[in-house]
C-alpha cells in the first residue's frame, strides 16, 4: 500500500508562499544594501572632502573660498545623510516586515511538513503490522496443513 497524503496539495501551496516570501525579503534586503551603499557613499565625499580642506589649508596660500565652498559642500551632504538615514531606516523597516513574512511563511510551511513526516510514521507502522499479521496467518496456515496429504 503506497503512502498518500491528503494534504500534499496544501504542501505545495505553503512551500511556494514560503519561496515568494523569501523573493520579497531579498528583493528588500537588497534594496536596503543599496541605501546603505549610498548613505556610506555620503559619509565618504565628506571625508574626501576634509582631506581636500586639510591639503590646501596646509599650503602656503589659502583661499578662503575654496574653505567656504568646502564647509558648504559638507553642510549640504550632512543634510542629505540625514536623509538618507531616513530612507535607509524606511527601507530596513520594509525589510523586517518581509522577513517576519518569510518566517510565518516557513513556521506554516514546517507545520504541514511534521504532519506529513507523522502520517508518514504511522503509514509504516500500519504496513509493518499488516505485514507481521500476514506472515503470521501464511505461518497459521502452513503448520496446519498436515503435511502427508
Known sequence: ?????????????????????KRD???????????????NFLYAQIDEARKGAAAKSGGKKVFIEDLQYINSFISNQNIKIE??????REAMQVTEEKEEILLEAAREFKVIEKLKERRFEEHKKRARKT?????DEMVTLRHGRDPLK
Open 1 to 21: 500500500m503506497k503512502f498518500k497524503f491528503s494534504l500534499e496539495a496544501v504542501l505545495k501551496h505553503r512551500k511556494t508562499l514560503e519561496e515568494i516570501a
Open 25 to 39: 525579503y531579498l528583493e528588500e534586503k537588497h534594496k536596503a544594501n543599496e541605501q546603505l551603499k549610498k548613505l
Open 83 to 88: 536623509i538618507q538615514k531616513i530612507v535607509f
Open 131 to 135: 505485514e507481521i499479521r500476514n506472515l
